[in-house]
């Protein structure tokens, strides 16, 4: 009986003409990434559970996809004991899909130290699983693109990055977006003023959520995790914070007077926000969103998420400083900063925006027309000199009816079309159709290299 032909939920295949697209956006990150003095390495699709797990967060870890040991991975657990998933998968599984980039970086940090020279600046263009909920923008399998430094605590770095979001977003034609910014001591801060200082992770959670679910919905979800009623009265100035980035900072500046640490957070991001009024940013706002948490663990210091006005979709880009990640693998006082792109939902923002340059549709720019054994076998002679000048081009491979051909080279979105008859094998002027407005030209070999180049 056969397989129905289906792929795993919240996995996709990818089309010839949509390949084409993401890597049109793939190159433009990878280039901005090089172009800021960023170098690339890669990491196994799978890690060791032990390495993932405690880095994310309860809920993190929920989502992490273990896999099965080989061989007969049951004969580990006794079957008598009670079981359990949670007590049952450290017998079963020792190995999981990486989570995100970040964790398995600090990892090859670790494992690498010998071989790196600090300050350390990676990219890293690589698909990550989580088993979430499929919905639009949000997939089991997707792509994320990172940029990280280690081994500095310069905030110089915080201001870098932002730059460079600025310019690969601006370069990809987005003419709408803000990059936010927080900075989790900060949020610490704000902790210990309402007399909660061990309910941290509990308070930004829930914070973050403020977007989503709304004010009532984040008092009612703070309640119920036992944060008193007196902390939730002390947060309300917060709830609803708004105006310019000089107005929230006043605010700050006068709510956490009295955290040390806060007022260091406070520090931290008017050094950044001043570096870049005076820098300038081509087409990005920067904007501190006091509600900014995310829910990842291991951040101690600035965070950064992108969003795009032009369409609802959720973030498109998000990091932070990560002071203490490598520790947990036994390198301290390694600090960290990183941002990452939102590859698979920049796709969707430039697909509905209908930002991709329409002369990106093939990779495929010349089709020669075969005509008959002799005339295609000319034609692979034409083709090895074309490609050794950097024309991209191919030979429809039967000498079938001249209709079909072209209806190939059209299906393909192939430009240029090239007629190598008997005539044109004499007199070596070959006929040039471009396919969009059916205009020809009568062109030698040289002439016709020129044209591409």
């Given at each position: ?16 003409h949509e390949m084409i697209k993401r890597k049109f956006v793939l190159s433009c990150i990878e280039t901005n990434f090089k172009k800021y003095g960023f170098s690339p390495i890669e990491t196994p699709a799978m890690e060791n559970i032990a390495t993932l797990t ?134 610490s801060g704000i902790a210990e003023v309402i007399g909660e200082q061990d309910r941290l992770i509990d308070i930004t959670v829930s914070l973050d959520k403020l977007d989503k679910i709304g004010v009532e919905k984040v008092k009612l979800e703070l309640t119920a ?229």
């Open positions: 009986m056969s397989n129905k032909a289906s792929t795993p939920k919240g996995t996709r295949d990818f089309s010839t405690g880095k994310y967060g309860d809920e993190g870890d929920r989502l992490i996809f273990k896999v099965l040991n080989s061989g007969d991975f049951l004969s580990k657990v006794n079957m008598e004991d009670e079981l359990t998933s949670k007590s049952i998968t450290p017998k079963i599984s020792e190995k999981a899909l990486r989570y995100d980039l970040t964790v398995p970086f600090a990892r090859y940090v670790v494992q690498h130290r010998n071989e790196i020279t600090f300050p350390f600046k990676r990219y890293q263009c690589q698909p990550v699983w989580r088993a979430d909920r499929p919905q639009k923008g949000r997939f089991r399998e997707f792509v994320q693109c990172d940029a990280d430094v280690v081994g500095t605590d310069s905030l110089l770095c915080e201001v870098e990055l932002i730059q460079l979001y600025d310019t690969v977003f601006s370069d990809l034609g987005l003419k709408d977006f803000e990059i936010e910014f927080n900075n989790r001591k900060i949020l995790k036992g944060i008193s009623n007196e902390a939730i009265e002390k947060l309300e100035p917060l709830f609803l914070f708004n105006g310019s980035n000089e107005d929230k900072i006043n605010l700050l500046n006068d709510f956490l007077k009295d955290s040390e640490v806060g007022l260091q957070g406070l520090k931290e991001i008017i050094f950044v926000c001043d570096c870049i009024k005076d820098l300038g940013l081509r087409t990005a706002k920067l904007s501190i969103n006091i509600n900014l948490a995310r829910g990842l663990d291991y951040y101690t210091g600035a965070i950064f998420e992108v969003k795009t006005n032009e369409i609802e979709l959720g973030s498109i880009g998000g990091g932070g400083r990560y002071d203490n990640l490598t520790g947990v693998f036994g390198l301290n006082d390694v600090s960290g900063v990183g941002i990452s792109f939102g590859f698979d939902r920049i796709c969707i923002v430039l697909e509905e925006l209908e930002l991709f340059p329409e002369n990106i549709s093939s990779s495929v720019e010349l089709m020669l027309v075969n005509f008959g054994e002799n005339e295609g076998l000319h034609c692979l002679k034409l083709l090895k000199k074309l490609r050794e000048n950097a024309v991209s081009a191919e030979l429809y491979p039967s000498a079938t009816k001249l209709k079909k051909q072209l209806q190939y080279a059209d299906s393909k979105n192939v430009k240029y079309v090239l007629m190598v008859g008997e005539k044109e094998i004499e007199s070596e002027i070959y006929t040039l159709k471009n396919m969009v407005d059916g205009s020809q030209k009568s062109l030698t070999l040289n002439e016709l290299v020129l044209i591409f180049k």
